[in-house]
């Protein structure tokens, strides 16, 4: 029977053991599978006992010989596998040869992957890439990779410019921990667009919200769509702008539906999270996850009860149960682990997710009514996304704060809130459901208008 244990005891017994059983096997399957559980070769092990299998007709045996010659790095084999790199008909076991080639960290080497740079595989093109910078000394090296910086491909410009041409991002000298104490648990009555141009550079660790949507509401109309989409770019860049290196923006946005004018004419749906999303790319926001919230069906309007009595094909309009939640970050050279190591130990363990959590995208959460504002965000939504994107501690933002739900679970969850929101009555009820919740035993948050605002961070300045 072959068991790890078998092939372990084949390892133990050497070359001509290995040899015969290699030889014996017959179908691909179980060789496979023994090249794979080979593990840690001996030192005297033979790759050439190897290098028959490279031209096997299976891909995955050639594959496993390839991973197991590279586990060698001996330069003695780097003929047979700049063949495979170049010939083999499986891109899978193409890049493993070039990987194997690289891990030899070898002079010898450099002729080989300077030429797969010229792959039209980018992967090929990256593993040789990766190979090349334990040459990145060597000025012929150097030059060959800097002239990657133009390729076509995204995933090579954006590593030949993180080793060659990165600077560092940051525009403040403010820790990375911290920020400004006339931003903390403040919300400002205006347009936000009028109060972030007063907001220092990275100044928030995270933005959570939900813009009106377009033509909507009583306090959502514009002229058009692409005014609408111009109004949220324009919002959007300022939040990048005062979003710290490397830290998060979540939007929540669905398509929206216009009414028909009368029967003679088609309602209209405007894709709103697809269209603003290459607008948020453009500015910088890298695209991580999306999210799909997930409402009952009985909480939402309605659309199919025409196709329900006809069921005449195109007709059939589906109930619309969810919203996206587009998951962005800031644009970094630097990788998460550094964003979390700016932390104390202390404030890491304390942020830790615990209980249980949603291992999908897909978060089923009913959502809330309110006889003030129309469209609420769920507690338990902003309960998510501040535990799964921010530090106890943090300062998180809602340039559309609405109700100001986010400011309320901020709160709870011992994080700072900055809450901005252009309507007067929806000021007033975020006022009274902060004040009147019991969430502050001492230092009240501030309400102010945009001069206020601008008094506030004044006198704090000095």
């Not at 990657?148 to 921990?177: D, G």
């Not at 972030?196 to 377009?214: A, C, G, N, Q, R």
């Not at 539906?257 to 709103?272: A, E, F, N």
């Not at 939402?300 to 962005?328: C, D, I, S, W």
Request: proline share 5%; hydrophobic share 35%.
């Amino acid at each position: 029977m072959l068991t790890k244990e078998y092939i372990d005891d084949l390892k133990i017994k050497g070359n001509g053991a290995l040899s015969n059983a290699i030889t014996a096997f017959k179908d691909s399957g179980s060789l496979a599978f023994f090249l794979k559980k080979l593990g840690h070769l001996p030192r005297d092990f033979d790759g050439n006992l190897l290098i028959p299998l490279l031209s096997h007709e299976s891909r995955q045996v050639r594959l496993w010989a390839v991973k197991n010659i590279g586990k060698l790095e001996d330069v003695k084999y780097l003929q047979s596998l700049s063949i495979i790199a170049k010939d083999d008909s499986d891109s899978m076991v193409r890049r493993e040869a070039v990987s194997s080639i690289g891990r030899m960290r070898h002079p010898q080497n450099k002729v080989i992957l300077l030429e797969m740079l010229k792959d039209s595989d980018p992967k090929i093109v990256l593993q040789a890439i990766r190979g090349l910078l334990v040459f990145k000394n060597d000025k012929m090296v150097e030059q060959h990779l800097k002239q990657l910086r133009n390729h076509p491909n995204e995933m090579v410009q954006t590593v030949i410019h993180k080793e060659f041409f990165a600077q560092n991002a940051s525009k403040t000298e403010q820790p990375h921990t911290e920020t400004y104490e006339f931003l903390k648990n403040v919300v400002v009555n205006g347009d936000v667009r009028d109060v972030l141009k007063i907001v220092p550079d990275e100044s928030i660790h995270l933005t959570f919200t939900s813009p009106p949507y377009y033509n909507a509401r009583d306090y959502s109309i514009y002229q058009s769509y692409q005014e609408y989409l111009n109004f949220l770019v324009e919002v959007f860049k300022e939040v990048y702008r005062v979003t710290k290196e490397g830290r998060f923006f979540i939007l929540n946005t669905s398509p929206i539906i216009i009414p028909r004018v009368s029967r003679q004419h088609s309602s209209k749906r405007y894709p709103i999270p697809f269209d603003i999303h290459p607008h948020l790319v453009n500015m910088g926001w890298e695209f991580i996850d999306d999210i799909v919230w997930l409402k009952p069906e009985s909480s939402v309007k309605n659309r199919n009860a025409g196709f329900l009595q006809h069921r005449k094909p195109l007709g059939y309009k589906p109930n619309p149960v969810t919203e996206y939640l587009m998951v962005y970050r800031k644009k970094t050279e630097k990788l998460l682990d550094w964003n979390i190591r700016q932390y104390s130990w202390d404030i890491i363990e304390k942020s830790k997710v615990t209980e249980e959590y949603e291992t999908s995208n897909v978060w089923k959460i009913d959502p809330t009514f309110n006889k003030v504002h129309t469209a609420v965000f769920p507690l338990e939504l902003c309960n998510r996304v501040i535990k799964f994107y921010s530090f106890k501690g943090d300062l998180v933002f809602d340039p559309f704060a609405g109700s100001g739900t986010l400011g309320k679970a901020a709160k709870k969850l011992e994080r700072l809130f900055f809450l901005t929101e252009r309507e007067k009555k929806y000021f007033h009820e975020i006022r009274k459901n902060l004040e009147n919740g019991n969430l502050f035993s001492n230092n009240l948050p501030r309400f102010c208008s945009l001069e206020q605002f601008k008094e506030i961070i004044k006198n704090d300045a000095y």
